[in-house]
């Protein structure tokens, strides 16, 4: 895979992808990434990125040309091109999973008040993280590339921590337990020490329902569960709001 960034801010990337799976995965060749930096496509002497909003208002709109230009300089009639905005659509792994099957991703990261609204003519797909604002597109390309590029082939040593990741399956993960068996008189459960495979497996498949169903009930709409989940998990809700809660 071949992913380009456009940005005014090359140097913020230079940590997040050196680093960790995404840094062993450009080592091994699975990803190539590339910064490309904006100004470099601007053609005042100035060297101006931004202007002012026609029609008036605060702050500085980023102009369409330069990113345009940047665009252009990078394609290569594979490219899938993703603009970063608070106004796009939510990130999630099922789109992450989409896009870890493009050849070429080309990822541009706006700042200042956002970009010229004709910036949306050459985008194939507009881009938010999430509800919160961010002074930028660059620590959501930080995500959005973690994310995909974790999916590709051999980037994660152990296949099966992918495919059971709790987001491929829309459910929460079982508590973890390492040594010390005891820490300031917190124990682990007794279960987990047992080696009875069969118990363990019952036990964690248990405590992520109840975890799901806890934290996260949205998710169990989405969830598509087995006849012994659904048992479990019907057994849970009686619990929850079983006679106790009946006033
Ligand atoms: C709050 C009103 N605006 C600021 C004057 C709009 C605005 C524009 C640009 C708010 C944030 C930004 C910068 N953010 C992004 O470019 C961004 C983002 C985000 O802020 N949250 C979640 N996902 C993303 S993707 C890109």
Not at 41 to 49: G, I, L
Not at 152 to 175: H, I
Request: proline content about 5%.
């Amino acid at each position: 895979m071949k992913i380009h960034i456009l940005t005014l801010f090359p140097s913020f990337f230079e940590g997040p992808f050196s680093c960790g799976i995404v840094g062993r995965a450009r080592e091994k060749g699975l990803v190539e990434i590339r910064t490309v930096n904006i100004r470099d496509f601007t053609s005042d002497p100035y060297r101006s990125v931004d202007d002012y909003p026609f029609g008036g208002g605060s702050g500085m709109v980023m102009k369409v040309e330069p990113i345009w230009r940047a665009v252009e300089s990078v394609r290569d009639g594979k490219e899938l091109v993703i603009l970063l905005t608070p106004q796009g659509r939510t990130f999630t792994q099922k789109l992450a999973r989409e896009l870890s099957q493009c050849e070429h991703l080309v990822i541009i990261c706006g700042r200042y008040k956002g970009v010229d609204e004709r910036v949306t003519s050459f985008v194939d797909m507009e881009l938010s993280i999430g509800d919160y604002v961010l002074s930028g597109g660059e620590p959501a390309a930080v995500v959005l590339v973690d994310a995909v590029v974790r999916l590709l082939p051999g980037a994660v040593g152990d296949k099966d921590s992918v495919d059971t990741d709790s987001f491929e399956r829309n459910l929460l993960e079982a508590p973890l337990y390492t040594r010390p068996r005891e820490f300031m008189g917190m124990k682990v459960p007794e279960i987990l020490l047992s080696g009875n495979h069969e118990e363990i497996r019952k036990w964690r498949m248990k405590e992520s329902l109840k975890r799901t169903l806890e934290r996260r009930p949205d998710l169990l709409e989405h969830a598509e569960l087995t006849e012994e989940e659904k048992k479990i998990l019907e057994k849970l809700k009686e619990e929850k709001d079983g006679p106790h809660s009946c006033i």
